[in-house]
């Protein structure tokens, strides 16, 4: 069983940063692509960026130039800067991890973590 925490989350001034961390646990041979979504109050989840496990990364035009994500294979975690913060980056944040490879063999598929709330005020 694969699970997915996230960390760091919380209430920033707009303008500020904030540094998400997420780790998954299992046992995890290797993680296809990890991601962070988002979803505000009344609307639907969406991706917020995105990198694979030879780094490639994808980024909403939204956040394009204030976020960086970064992952570590070997210890399985993704990490999401976000700096110049807006009002509206104000939601929900979830890790998520498309396809996980277990050491059983096994594929575990579109894990979710729990979600870490950031708040940013004007």
């Known amino acids: 069983q694969v699970q997915l925490v996230e960390s760091g989350g919380g209430l920033v001034q707009a303008g500020g940063s904030l540094r998400l961390s997420c780790a998954a646990s299992?046992?995890?041979?290797?993680?296809?692509?990890m991601a962070w979504y988002r979803q505000a109050p009344g609307k639907q989840r969406e991706l917020v960026a995105a990198?694979?496990?030879?780094?490639?990364?994808h980024y909403d035009d939204s956040v394009k130039g204030r976020a960086t994500i970064s992952r570590d294979n070997a210890k399985n975690t993704v990490n999401l800067q976000m700096n110049s913060l807006k009002p509206e980056d104000t939601a929900v944040y979830y890790c998520?991890?498309?396809?996980?490879?277990?050491?059983?063999?096994?594929?575990?598929?579109?894990?979710w973590g729990q979600g870490t709330q950031v708040t940013v005020s004007s």
């Open positions: 998520n991890a498309d396809r996980v490879l277990l050491y059983s063999s096994r594929w575990d598929y579109d894990v």
């Open positions: 299992g046992r995890i041979f290797s993680i296809n692509v």
């Open positions: 990198i694979t496990s030879g780094g490639s990364t």
